[in-house]
């Protein structure tokens, strides 16, 4: 069973900065993709990055030059933003996917307020 674990949500004044984690229980060479979405209060969850096997990158039109996604080693993978808006609070969520199947963390909560 692969498993995902979020974590480094939390709250976050307006303007700092943020490094969400994704620990994850098989190797991320082993997926076709990673990736991170999330979900505002109200709205539907939403793409926010994903990073292929090999290395590329796709943004949301909103996240373009705004969020990075990165990864380290063969079990992490990394969201990370800087002047961050109350528009960002959300959980967010890491997935995996290989082939047509999809795992996903249980999210991390991130509350941007002053």
């Known amino acids: 069973q692969v498993q995902l674990v979020e974590s480094g949500g939390g709250l976050v004044q307006p303007g700092g900065s943020l490094r969400l984690s994704c620990s994850v229980s098989e190797s991320i060479f082993d997926f076709n993709a990673m990736g991170w979405y999330r979900r505002a209060p109200g709205k539907e969850r939403q793409l926010v990055a994903t990073?292929?096997?090999?290395?590329?990158t796709n943004y949301a039109d909103f996240a373009e030059g705004r969020f990075t996604i990165s990864r380290d080693g063969a079990h992490t993978m990394y969201l990370q933003r800087g002047s961050l808006e109350s528009e960002a609070t959300a959980v967010y969520y890491c997935t995996a996917r290989r082939l047509s199947k999809t795992w996903w963390g249980p999210g991390t909560q991130v509350t941007v307020s002053s």
């Open positions: 990073m292929t096997v090999g290395g590329t």
